[in-house]
């Protein structure tokens, strides 16, 4: 019974505030003012890029060839060997001192013999950049109309001066 009495109550406060009556013009308005909006999108985008650099890097020209110092550093260091061992291992330790006299000189020639020249180094790396891009999204007109100057968004762009119709709704009803 209550449930029956409050839709009865509400229908009828609806029913009176309900009666309302909505009119329909078109109307011409002077753009008086245009703005363009805006919207901006930052995105990242890597890139393989070549780095370079000049380095001082170190020469040896002579170090690894096999020459005469080095011939002579083998003679050497087989007559030391060869005094040194006896027997059997004679000609072991002859063949090991003429390695190692050899070796000797080249050491000497890697030490004395440093010149260093300028090369340029490179390598790829990966960089990021940001990139912002910007896109219209509409236009904020200002229309003169009826005496008042209004705002509304629009997708086409106008000029100002240029005269629009525009849709006006008037809705009446009771309080």
């Given at each position: 019974m209550i449930k029956h009495f409050f839709l009865l109550f509400v229908f009828s406060i609806i029913s009176i505030n309900g009666q309302a009556e909505t009119r329909v013009f078109q109307a011409t308005g002077s753009v008086s003012s245009v703005e363009v909006l805006k919207t901006y999108t930052t995105q990242k985008i890597?890139?393989?890029?070549?780095?370079?650099?000049?380095?001082?890097?170190?020469?040896?020209?002579?170090?690894?060839?096999?020459?005469?110092?080095?011939?002579?550093g083998a003679l050497i260091g087989g007559a030391i060997g060869n005094q040194i061992g006896s027997g059997g291992g004679k000609s072991g330790s002859t063949a090991l001192g003429a390695i190692i006299g050899s070796e000797v000189v080249r050491s000497e020639k890697n030490a004395?013999?440093?010149?260093?020249?300028?090369?340029?180094?490179?390598?790829?790396?990966?960089?990021?950049?940001?990139?912002?891009?910007?896109?219209?999204?509409?236009?904020?007109?200002?229309?003169?109309?009826?005496?008042?100057?209004?705002?509304?968004?629009?997708?086409?762009?106008?000029?100002?001066?240029d005269i629009i119709t525009l849709t006006k709704k008037i809705s009446y009803s009771l309080n």
């Open positions: 890597p890139r393989n890029e070549k780095r370079c650099v000049i380095k001082r890097i170190p020469v040896n020209q002579n170090a690894q060839t096999f020459g005469a110092d080095n011939f002579i004395s013999n440093r010149d260093y020249e300028e090369r340029e180094v490179c390598r790829i790396e990966k960089v990021v950049y940001s990139e912002t891009k910007e896109q219209i999204s509409g236009y904020k007109l200002d229309v003169e109309i009826d005496g008042d100057t209004i705002s509304i968004n629009s997708n086409k762009s106008y000029n100002p001066g």
